[in-house]
């Protein structure tokens, strides 16, 4: 991008901070966002919001391990049972709703000990929500997997919903992309 594209303006607030506030209005009982400990703007942004802010003592190398450390501060923090669920929500998407992140608490709620995916022509997206019994998993997996190696190793209880908006696709990688959203949303 060259420049922190979580930091990127979004709808009046950086994109972190869109990210954390609709997943708060969702009324998700804890959001996590896990930075590195040099990242200090970033910091700033999300200490603008009600997310609980992880350091991890190294530095991520990919999202697994980001997702590791994220899910382990939950542990300590919020005591999650086995009926409970986590999103794994990327920061660099912009185009998150309250709606689709109800949507799968409703369906959670329907079905649960499933992980739900939305779907979107075909094609998976985010937020994917996750049962409380994967988290363990997340450490096991091999350094070369990502998260997406947990769909893989339990095909009969992913659960995907259709969902009618492409933005469950979208993401920030490119000026481009950050153009295009712009457009798009019109804002």
């Known amino acids: 991008m060259g420049r922190p594209k979580l930091l990127l303006p979004w709808k009046g607030v950086t994109v972190i901070e869109h ?17 590195r400990s040099e990242d200090q703007l970033l910091q700033e942004a999300v200490r603008r919001t009600r997310a609980t802010i992880v350091i991890p003592p190294v530095n991520p190398i ?3 391990m980001s997702v590791q450390y994220g899910l382990q501060e ?5 005591n999650p049972q086995p009926c409970d669920a986590w999103f ?3 920061a660099d998407q912009p185009t998150l709703e309250v709606e689709w992140v109800k949507t799968l608490q409703q369906v959670y709620r329907e079905h649960p000990l499933e992980i739900h995916v939305p779907v979107f022509e ?7 929500l996750f049962p ?6 997340v450490t096991a997996l091999p350094e070369d ?3 997406n190696a947990l769909l893989q190793a339990h095909p009969a209880i992913v659960r995907e919903h259709v969902f009618h908006f492409r933005g469950i696709l979208d993401d920030l990688d490119t000026p481009d992309d950050y153009r295009r959203l712009n457009r798009e949303y019109r804002f």
């Open 19 to 35: 990210v954390v506030q609709t997943l708060l209005d969702a009324e998700c009982s804890e959001v996590m966002v896990v930075i």
């Open 62 to 64: 990919d999202m697994r």
């Open 74 to 78: 939950l542990v300590q923090s919020c």
């Open 88 to 90: 794994l929500v990327p």
């Open 122 to 128: 075909g094609r998976r997206g985010h937020p994917v």
């Open 132 to 137: 409380w019994s994967l988290a363990q998993e």
């Open 145 to 147: 997997k990502g998260i």
